[in-house]
Nanobody, 123 residues
């Protein structure tokens, strides 16, 4: 059983930066592809970024490409989301997810989810 714990959310002004982390326990993280998703109030959950098992392949949503960077440190069992040039529309609860077989943009492809961390960007 994989347990995921996100950290690093908070309140930041527009243009600022945050780094989210997602630490896994229960199994070696290298066995899973990882994704970051987000859900804003009143909206459906949406894909933000994903990374393959080794970290060699990464995908980003168009809305975050060039501003967000997903990385992983399998030795630390942790995946990160560096968020720069934040905008008010980035305000959401951010979730990390682990996928045994896929790192697609579809949340249904992931097997385990964290509880989420709130990111609020003020204008």
């Amino acid at each position: 059983q994989v347990q995921l714990v996100e950290r690093g959310g908070g309140l930041v002004q527009a243009g600022g930066s945050l780094r989210l982390s997602c630490e896994a326990s229960g199994v070696p993280l290298r066995m899973y592809a990882m994704g970051w998703f987000r859900q804003a109030p009143g909206k459906e959950r949406e894909f933000a970024a994903s990374i393959s098992w080794s970290g060699g392949d990464r995908y980003y949503a168009g809305s975050v490409k060039g501003r967000f960077t997903i990385t992983r440190d399998n030795a630390k069992n942790t995946v990160y989301l560096q968020m720069n040039s934040l905008k008010p529309e980035d305000t959401a609860v951010y979730y990390c997810a682990a996928g045994k077989y896929s790192y697609s943009r579809s949340g249904s492809e992931y097997d385990y989810w964290g509880q989420g961390t709130q990111v609020t960007v003020s204008s």
